[in-house]
């Protein structure tokens, strides 16, 4: 039986995600201003045709694989981003300083838009806090550290958007806020997982060390209708 993780993004779509889903019942994208990910149900030749037959997409769209790719000429690769499939295996978290840990809201946007393009933990749009329970630390008044959720696929939920401004890198709050998102995520009888660069060797010591293990290499394409 294939593993949900194995295409997240579709099965995110058809899922716990489904409300914010559009497409066919063989093509899923969310709105731009939610993700730029889009999902094929197989990654077949008809599929990427459909993709392309979408009148929405003439904006570059995001592609998550976990192989290497044959996509159609009519479609221009604008890259490909090797990255790692992470998962947290174990039945609790560890203890953490909850305090100054802050939910995150509408109002927070502006913030959460200027922190997510300076530090680029991946893509983050105007309503990308609808995918749910953003939380973040300030000082000063000002927002410092952020995470959140976005693929709910089934019984997994994708922690997303790790970031911290790198004014504030060594004080431990990337790792605090993973711990919260982590119980909270183990409170509803979930299993977390994330998505990480695989270049990004920072980020995968901090995950390692409070307990996720890679699961796969994957690849996050880039791509856009020829013109």
């Known amino acids: 039986m294939q593993n949900s993780l194995d295409n997240p993004v579709w099965n995110a779509l058809i899922s716990g995600n ?18 730029p990910f889009a999902a094929l149900k197989e990654n077949s030749t008809a599929n990427f045709i459909e993709l392309y ?24 690769v ?45 893509p983050f749009g105007t309503r990308t806090i609808e995918f749910g329970n953003y939380e973040g630390i300030f000082e000063n008044q000002k927002l410092v550290a952020m995470t959140g ?19 504030y890198l060594g004080r431990g709050y990337a790792k605090q806020l993973l711990l919260s998102q982590l119980t909270q995520i183990l409170s509803v009888s979930k299993k977390p997982y994330l998505h990480v660069r695989e270049d990004n060797e920072r980020a995968i010591d901090v995950y390692k060390s409070i307990g996720f293990l890679i699961r796969k290499k994957v690849f996050f394409y880039v791509i856009k209708k020829q013109e």
């Open 149 to 167: 959720q976005r693929f709910h696929c089934f019984d997994h939920i994708e922690i997303s958007a790790v970031c911290t401004h790198p004014d």
């Open 53 to 76: 037959e979408q009148s929405m997409f003439d904006r570059p769209v995001l592609l998550w694989a976990d192989e290497l790719l044959s996509i159609p000429k009519i479609w221009k």
């Open 78 to 122: 604008i890259d490909c981003i090797p990255g790692l499939q992470m998962i947290y295996d174990r039945p609790s978290a560890k203890e953490f300083q909850s305090t100054g840990i802050n939910a995150l809201s509408e109002n927070d946007i502006p913030e959460m838009l200027s922190l997510t393009k300076l530090t680029k933990p991946g």
């Open 18 to 35: 489904r409300h914010l889903a559009k497409g066919s019942d063989l093509v899923k994208y969310f709105d731009i201003s939610v993700s």
